[in-house]
């Protein structure tokens, strides 16, 4: 059954989640490899030796501020709108401007189960660089799991936030993440590299939207 199970989930992803053609393999000194490359966006992945752990690196230029991008990322409830494969995001509790806790559960596709999770969301900016980090940190048991959905063991994603020009700015984003579950590490390196890409195009498109216009942070200082 778990045979039948894997070749499902194989064509799912391999018709879901097709590599570009073009993108070119290689190692830097760090580890990190090219998984993805393709519409100004760079998918990194890493291995964790005798870990079970996914590490991504994404590197992109976009259109916007950093108070839009922070405005997107603040805005949870349109999460499922701006963060490929979200099936349902919430705020649990909002503690300050610069911090947040939310909970959010991704669709994976049949016959693989639903992941969750609880992340504690934090902000700042340096204040000689300029450099705004968004900081995502995995919290465990904070809300209870619910039927055929998975917890996500283990998650950190970190977000350097650079402006570049004008109405642009630079995003480079690291995130390590532990599944859970009995997913093949291959399969979700695989997986996670075209959901990032896919993320990354959806917030591109949407960080000039009107709701995340004329905003302002008292922390933040363009």
């Known amino acids: 059954m778990k045979l039948v199970q894997l070749s499902c989930y194989l064509t799912l992803v391999f018709s879901s989640f097709t590599m570009s053609i073009e993108a070119v393999y290689g190692q830097d000194k760090e580890g990190w490899r090219l998984a993805k490359d393709k519409d100004q966006i760079q998918v990194y992945t890493r291995d964790v030796p005798g870990s079970r752990l996914t590490e991504l690196k994404v590197e992109c230029s976009m259109p916007g501020t950093q108070s839009q991008l922070v405005a997107l990322l ?3 409830a349109n999460y499922k709108n701006v963060m490929y494969k979200t099936k349902s995001a919430q705020l649990v509790k909002r503690i300050s401007e610069t911090e947040l ?3 959010v559960v991704t669709a994976l596709p049949w016959p693989v189960s639903d992941r969750d999770m609880s992340v504690q969301l934090t ?5 000689n660089s300029k450099v705004v980090q968004v900081k995502g940190v995995g919290v465990p048991n904070l809300v209870a799991t619910r039927p055929n959905t998975v917890r996500i063991a283990d998650w950190l994603a970190i977000w350097k936030i650079r402006p570049t020009a004008k109405q642009r700015i630079q ?3 690291t995130c390590r993440v532990d599944p859970g579950g009995d997913i093949p590490a291959w399969l979700d390196n695989m997986a ?3 959901s990032a890409y896919q993320s990354f ?4 498109n949407s960080i000039t939207l009107p709701r995340y216009q004329g905003k302002s942070f008292a922390f933040l200082n363009q």
Do not use: G
């Open 123 to 127: 902000f700042e900016q340096d204040p």
């Open 171 to 173: 995003v480079t984003y």
């Open 192 to 194: 996670a590299a075209n």
């Open 101 to 103: 806790v939310y909970y």
């Open 201 to 204: 195009m959806l917030i591109r």
């Open 74 to 76: 603040s805005d949870i």
